[in-house]
């Protein structure tokens, strides 16, 4: 008897109308257009400004998306994950004011954190209840609001992060599309590399916190660079000699948006052409958990049904994996 598989049967995507560029940057923090295209490939991004504004905001904007696009009713929604690293608060979970906010209601929510590889890991998660029968429509969400833990005083960290929101509908696949596999992966060493100091359990808020600047993202650069690079590459290729996937028949590549050195060594030691490499790092920067999806929503009108693609991220934890799918629809049948 065949599995059945999840599908992606929609998109959305968000990001904010203010726009951070890197002009603006070198009058905050020591820094240049040069220096900051020449590292990380970054030209500008967007942040949410308003008050009270948050990351349930954003992945509301991109629901409403595909609730447009589909015809799907609120009440039509057995789950809703939202995986992100900034939620509006530490409890209760995004997922459940996301699903408030747009009346969904008794739905099965709940966030995942696995840094920037949390998309990733959400879709996984998603899939497996469409696989079991479990769920029948299945919203992932990938969203963050990175500007909320970014020092901009800080110029080694202020020049990667933006803020966006990318959503994908799950639903049982009638034919071979979807899902096919997922190789995800963690490793704990990895978190003294890539964390926020304080604000958790292990140190609570205090006046020494905050006076210490301990509430923003902490990066050792050059060892995350490293893991990155080996491990995001890693997994790609291996999915590929998984399933005797040639380069030629990759139709994409979409690669977690956080450096394009990363993003370039990927593609080569997966032997595929760039034009095959979703990129779109340059406008938006690092958006952790909406990279992914903001690349699909971006590229949505180019993928064809059928389409072999591998999604591949890394992130703090440190958390990697890819992950195998066969793309649903063509756009003009929506």
């Known amino acids: 008897m065949t599995k059945q598989k999840a599908v992606i049967t929609a998109i959305?995507?968000?990001?904010?109308?203010?726009?951070?560029?890197?002009?603006?940057?070198?009058?905050?923090?020591?820094?240049?257009?040069?220096?900051?295209m020449t590292?990380?490939?970054?030209?500008?991004?967007?942040?949410?400004?308003?008050?009270?504004?948050?990351t349930s905001d954003m992945a509301v904007e991109a629901i409403k998306q595909i609730f447009e696009k589909t015809g799907t009713k609120p009440e039509e929604?057995?789950?809703?994950?939202?995986?992100?690293?900034?939620?509006?608060?530490?409890?209760?979970?995004?997922?459940?004011i996301i699903s408030d906010k747009l009346n969904i209601r008794n739905a099965h929510s709940f966030d995942l954190n696995a840094g920037c590889s949390g998309f990733l890991y959400a879709l996984d998660t998603g899939s497996k209840f469409i696989e079991t029968g479990a769920k029948k429509k299945v919203l992932v969400v990938g969203a963050d609001k990175m500007s909320s833990i970014v020092?901009?005083?800080?110029?080694?960290?202020?020049?990667?992060?933006?803020?966006?929101?990318?959503?994908?509908?799950?639903?049982?696949?009638?034919?071979e599309t979807g899902i096919i596999d997922s190789i995800l992966q963690s490793d704990g060493f990895g978190r003294a590399y890539l964390?926020?100091?304080?604000?958790?359990?292990?140190?609570?808020?205090?006046?020494?916190?905050?006076?210490?600047?301990?509430?923003?993202?902490?990066?050792?650069?050059?060892?995350?660079?490293?893991?990155?690079?080996?491990?995001?590459a890693d997994v790609s290729v291996e999915m590929m000699k998984k399933h005797n996937i040639a380069p030629e028949e990759l139709a994409w590549l979409?690669?977690?948006?956080?450096?394009?050195r990363i993003i370039d060594a990927t593609a080569q030691r997966m032997g595929i052409d760039k034009n095959k490499v979703m990129i779109n790092i340059e406008r938006y920067g690092n958006t952790t958990s909406a990279t992914i999806p903001m690349c699909l929503y971006e590229w949505e009108k180019q993928?064809?049904?059928?389409?072999?693609?591998?999604?591949?991220?890394?992130?703090?934890?440190f958390t990697w994996g890819s992950l195998y799918l066969k793309w649903g629809y063509d756009t003009n049948e929506m």
């Open 12 to 36: 959305g995507g968000y990001a904010p109308d203010y726009i951070l560029n890197n002009e603006e940057l070198s009058k905050m923090v020591d820094t240049s257009n040069e220096w900051i």
């Open 39 to 54: 590292r990380v490939g970054i030209k500008e991004r967007h942040i949410l400004k308003g008050v009270g504004k948050g």
């Open 77 to 96: 929604i057995d789950m809703v994950i939202c995986a992100t690293t900034t939620p509006d608060h530490i409890f209760p979970a995004t997922a459940n």
């Open 151 to 175: 020092d901009y005083t800080d110029r080694t960290t202020c020049v990667l992060f933006g803020d966006a929101a990318g959503a994908v509908l799950l639903e049982p696949s009638s034919d």
């Open 195 to 232: 964390h926020m100091k304080a604000g958790g359990s292990v140190k609570p808020p205090s006046h020494e916190t905050i006076d210490n600047r301990e509430h923003y993202v902490f990066q050792d650069g050059k060892h995350v660079f490293k893991h990155a690079v080996s491990n995001m």
């Open 254 to 260: 979409v690669p977690h948006q956080a450096n394009l």
């Open 303 to 317: 993928l064809k049904k059928g389409d072999n693609i591998i999604l591949a991220a890394f992130g703090a934890g």
